[in-house]
């Protein structure tokens, strides 16, 4: 999946961002189509993993950066530099992807899950360059057998911090 966003929104040379980097298949996927990538998690084990999955080399030049940091603040980023974003956040409270890790949004209710997507939402429009795309891969969870329409709610969030809808895949 992020190999396709990434053909489709982006171009080469340009600068992807991924701050729910995770093992770094984003990234992989820009150094192999010769993007430059941003790659940020707030686990310490997931930028170590990243790490190790970006040694490899190929014929593009790119430039990857990877940061252990929270999503929600990404100040090491100037404003309207990044052409696309591709990410894929931890679903509320269901895979906790770390042991308590302080800002680790896996840990947290729907509720304050969402809260904090509101920040991510808003970093993701300060950081992102004007006309220029975010993807965002999550999906629906379900609570006491009912379905909890994550993926809407989340949508939401970006559509409140400033960004329109393009599609829904």
């Not at 189509?33 to 084990?45: S, T, W």
């Not at 990044?82 to 509320?92: N, R, V």
């Not at 329409?149 to 969030?157: D, N």
């Not at 911090?161 to 599609?167: D, I, L, P, R, Y």
Request: charged share 25%; aromatic share 8%; glycine share 6%.
């Amino acid at each position: 999946m992020p190999r396709n966003l990434i053909l489709r929104y982006s171009n080469p040379n340009d600068w992807v961002l991924d701050q729910f980097m995770g093992s770094g298949t984003t990234l992989v996927e820009a150094k192999l189509l010769g993007r430059n990538a941003v790659g940020v998690d707030i686990n310490p084990q997931s930028v170590s993993i990243s790490e190790t999955n970006l040694k490899f080399q190929c014929e593009s030049k790119s430039k990857i950066f990877i940061k252990n940091g929270n999503a929600t603040d990404l100040n090491f980023i100037k404003d309207s530099r990044i052409d696309f974003i591709c990410t894929h956040p931890p679903y509320a409270n269901i895979i906790k992807y770390s042991e308590g890790i302080e800002g680790d949004i896996s840990l947290l209710d729907v509720e304050t899950f969402l809260s904090e997507m509101s920040k991510v939402a808003n970093e993701c429009y300060r950081v992102l360059k004007h006309e220029k795309m975010c993807a965002l891969m999550i999906g629906d969870i379900r609570k006491h057998g009912k379905v909890v329409p994550l993926g809407f709610r989340v949508m939401e969030c970006f559509l409140q911090a400033g960004f329109s809808n393009k599609e829904i895949i």
